[in-house]
């Protein structure tokens, strides 16, 4: 096929996906890695566009980062047939060097030397994604004030073995759990950052963990919970690391668990989402099938107890025009943690876009789902019509080997959406006088405030940014009790349409009270990949609201003013307490999480645009 009907799936070189089956050749093939390179992923590199990095940003990346992407990424396909020398010889011909040996044989060093007191959940503490149920991503109690963040400086630094960052840290019981991209997931000690344990799943882990006191009976006291790159859902004994149970959420070979769960009354909500389409581009993929769910699992044992599917079953349409058959409706993924609402016993999910033409009511929308039964109660989209896969995606510049790939052709509908879909979790607060709000952010760069007793009803909507397919908003605002800010990232657009930065919205009208552009790139690594947009997810505490973006800074603002009050630039060399050599880099997807006077962040997450690196950082005040 010409080289570039195989490109699309280059275009996201560092997202994870399902492992392939590798055939055996000489190992002299790791010699040709030039060639190997130009004939399966040259052209699309050559040509890059919008999200394709180009060669020399895959020269930045880690051996060990472009094998994974070949073993273990959306690059499978392009891997189809490849040994694993070849795809060694792929990462030694970009990077200079052979990727290491696997992380699974090697053990941390810094084992800690005293035993962990058992696991208490405290309000102290930072569990899961959005600090507590409602996703807020709000800590009132964080044991920081506002005026003592200047104060901040890092206490101490872990690295990431053979990996990049990931997800986002869990801090529990004097814990910090982190999941990674090789898919070991670490318990440390938040004081020091030595090692309690660590379990390697099978594939890359993303989803941030979630922990439980488990019922009376149960085989453990308290169990960690998490999410791979191929829909398997983990629970693992928090105070040991050992396996309690695992369940395959979805079959689908696409699926994936990128939100992290949530816990209430002994059940485990679980989002699944899927990269299916980033695997449409290749045009000769029977597109699309996966459609997106949520599951409530027993705690103890991980019994499904209903799923929850959030459209049809898809159904043969037609044929492509690459031969191939075509199903539909498809798509809606929810990639962010769900929100429970005790009060009316619901939970609220933000979903994805459609692949397909077919009728998709619940893609690109707030769905309310019943506790107890996972009924779909009510469902407000916002954008209909939004159908998008990666085979829409157009280059520049249309190279001679292989035709530019439009709107309608092989897996691209013939209506093609903006690709707005949600990648952050609906907020749930309460506004003076008892008035409850959900807080949608988009990745069209539009903040909802929705009605939660009226079935959604649109309260307010702001616009705070242009808008792109990586946001927009992209992973999610946080909101205190009187505001919601909003980080806007705006990565793909014209600079004249741009506008990154930070804004503060009035949680009950939706009104600006202030808005800070972000300052312009400066990336210690150089000017590859140097974006200044604010696509990590904001967290905030009484007085500041922290925000990370592209080019390694995270800063701390002024809730009332907006003011700078901090800026730290994690995209530097850390001396790490388990001795591998650690660089910071992009801030993206999970933000800044606080637990009993300290902050923990992951540096480094770079996966489609900005730097990789391998830093989980721990910061306190006067690094004390």
């Given at each position: 096929?010409?080289?570039?009907?195989?490109?699309?799936?280059?275009?996201?070189?560092?997202?994870?996906?399902?492992?392939?089956?590798?055939?055996?050749?000489?190992?002299?093939?790791?010699?040709?890695?030039?060639?190997?390179?130009?004939?399966?992923?040259?052209?699309?590199?050559?040509?890059?566009?919008?999200?394709?990095?180009?060669?020399?940003?895959?020269?930045?990346?880690?051996?060990?980062?472009?094998?994974?992407?070949?073993?273990?990424?959306?690059?499978?396909?392009?891997a189809l047939g490849l040994s694993v020398y070849q795809m060694q010889g792929v990462a030694a011909y970009l990077t200079g060097r052979e990727p290491g040996e696997s992380v699974a044989d090697v053990p941390e060093p810094n084992a800690c030397k005293k035993a962990a007191p058992p696991i208490r959940l405290r309000s102290t503490d930072w569990n899961g994604w959005g600090y507590d149920g409602t996703n807020a991503r709000f800590h009132p109690t964080p044991g920081l004030t506002a005026a003592q963040v200047?104060?901040?400086?890092?206490?101490?630094?872990?690295?990431?073995?053979?990996?990049?960052?990931?997800?986002?840290?869990?801090?529990?019981a004097g814990r910090v759990f982190a999941t990674s991209s090789t898919g070991r997931v670490y318990a440390l000690d938040a004081a020091t950052g030595c090692t309690r344990w660590t379990y390697d799943a099978q594939t890359a882990a993303r989803s941030a963990v979630s922990v439980a006191v488990l019922p009376r009976g149960s085989r453990a006291r308290a169990a960690a919970f998490f999410g791979d790159d191929h829909g398997s859902v983990y629970a693992v004994d928090a105070d040991n690391g050992k396996l309690?149970?695992?369940?395959?959420?979805?079959?689908?070979?696409?699926?994936?668990?990128?939100?992290?769960?949530?816990?209430?009354?002994?059940?485990?909500?679980?989002?699944?989402?899927?990269?299916?389409?980033?695997?449409?581009?290749?045009?000769?993929?029977?597109?699309?099938?996966?459609?997106?769910?949520?599951?409530?699992?027993?705690?103890?044992?991980?019994?499904?107890?209903?799923?929850?599917?959030?459209?049809?079953?898809?159904?043969?349409?037609?044929?492509?025009?690459?031969?191939?058959?075509?199903?539909?409706?498809?798509?809606?993924?929810?990639?962010?943690?769900?929100?429970?609402?005790?009060?009316?016993?619901?939970?609220?999910?933000?979903?994805?876009?459609?692949?397909?033409?077919?009728?998709?009511?619940?893609?690109?929308?707030?769905?309310?789902?019943?506790?107890?039964?996972?009924?779909?109660?009510?469902?407000?989209?916002?954008?209909?019509?939004?159908?998008?896969?990666?085979?829409?995606?157009?280059?520049?510049?249309?190279?001679?080997?292989?035709?530019?790939?439009?709107?309608?052709?092989?897996?691209?509908?013939?209506?093609?959406?903006?690709?707005?879909?949600?990648?952050?979790?609906?907020?749930?607060?309460?506004?003076?006088?008892?008035?409850?709000?959900?807080?949608?952010?988009?990745?069209?760069?539009?903040?909802?405030?929705?009605?939660?007793?009226?079935?959604?009803?649109?309260?307010?909507?702001?616009?705070?940014?242009?808008?792109?397919?990586?946001?927009?908003?992209?992973?999610?605002?946080?909101?205190?009790?009187?505001?919601?800010?909003?980080?806007?990232?705006?990565?793909?657009?014209?600079?004249?349409?741009?506008?990154?930065?930070?804004?503060?919205?009035?949680?009950?009208?939706?009104?600006?009270?202030?808005?800070?552009?972000?300052?312009?790139?400066?990336?210690?690594?150089?000017?590859?990949?140097?974006?200044?947009?604010?696509?990590?997810?904001?967290?905030?505490?009484?007085?500041?609201?922290?925000?990370?973006?592209?080019?390694?800074?995270?800063?701390?603002?002024?809730?009332?003013?907006?003011?700078?009050?901090?800026?730290?630039?994690?995209?530097?060399?850390?001396?790490?307490?388990?001795?591998?050599?650690?660089?910071?880099?992009?801030?993206?997807?999970?933000?800044?999480?606080?637990?009993?006077?300290?902050?923990?962040?992951?540096?480094?997450?770079?996966?489609?645009?900005?730097?990789?690196?391998?830093?989980?950082?721990?910061?306190?005040?006067?690094?004390?």
């Open positions: 096929m010409p080289p570039l009907q195989r490109c699309g799936l280059c275009t996201l070189v560092l997202i994870a996906a399902a492992s392939t089956a590798l055939a055996a050749i000489d190992p002299d093939d790791i010699a040709r890695g030039d060639q190997t390179f130009a004939e399966r992923c040259s052209s699309c590199h050559d040509y890059a566009t919008g999200q394709t990095p180009t060669t020399d940003a895959l020269r930045t990346r880690t051996p060990e980062q472009i094998l994974f992407a070949l073993r273990s990424g959306v690059m499978r396909p392009q200047p104060r901040l400086k890092v206490k101490w630094a872990f690295g990431y073995r053979g990996s990049y960052v990931y997800g986002q840290p869990t801090v529990v309690l149970w695992k369940i395959q959420a979805d079959n689908h070979p696409a699926a994936r668990i990128t939100g992290a769960a949530k816990l209430y009354r002994d059940v485990l909500y679980v989002p699944v989402s899927s990269l299916e389409e980033v695997a449409a581009a290749e045009r000769k993929y029977e597109c699309c099938t996966f459609v997106g769910k949520v599951l409530a699992l027993d705690v103890r044992t991980g019994a499904v107890k209903w799923t929850a599917a959030l459209l049809a079953d898809p159904k043969p349409i037609r044929k492509s025009d690459a031969g191939t058959q075509l199903f539909g409706p498809a798509g809606v993924s929810v990639w962010s943690s769900p929100t429970i609402d005790v009060q009316r016993k619901l939970l609220y999910v933000a979903t994805g876009n459609s692949y397909t033409d077919q009728p998709a009511p619940t893609a690109d929308a707030i769905v309310a789902l019943d506790l107890a039964t996972g009924h779909i109660v009510w469902v407000r989209q916002v954008t209909p019509g939004d159908n998008f896969t990666m085979s829409c995606a157009r280059p520049r510049v249309c190279p001679p080997s292989g035709p530019c790939n439009l709107a309608g052709s092989a897996n691209c509908p013939a209506e093609v959406g903006p690709d707005f879909d949600f990648g952050a979790s609906v907020i749930l607060r309460t506004l003076p006088g008892g008035r409850r709000i959900l807080v949608a952010s988009q990745k069209s760069g539009e903040v909802y405030g929705l009605d939660p007793e009226r079935q959604g009803e649109v309260l307010w909507k702001s616009r705070v940014g242009g808008g792109s397919p990586l946001g927009g908003i992209e992973w999610g605002s946080a909101a205190d009790e009187h505001a919601v800010y909003a980080p806007i990232s705006d990565a793909l657009l014209p600079p004249q349409q741009a506008s990154p930065g930070l804004t503060a919205l009035d949680l009950a009208t939706g009104r600006t009270l202030w808005q800070v552009p972000a300052p312009a790139p400066h990336c210690s690594w150089g000017a590859v990949g140097c974006l200044n947009g604010f696509i990590q997810a904001t967290s905030v505490i009484p007085g500041a609201v922290f925000s990370g973006s592209f080019d390694g800074h995270l800063r701390a603002f002024d809730t009332a003013s907006g003011h700078l009050v901090w800026d730290f630039d994690t995209a530097q060399g850390f001396t790490a307490v388990n001795g591998v050599p650690t660089e910071g880099g992009s801030l993206d997807m999970g933000g800044a999480v606080f637990a009993n006077g300290m902050l923990f962040v992951n540096s480094g997450y770079g996966r489609l645009v900005g730097r990789p690196g391998n830093a989980l950082l721990a910061f306190s005040i006067d690094g004390r």
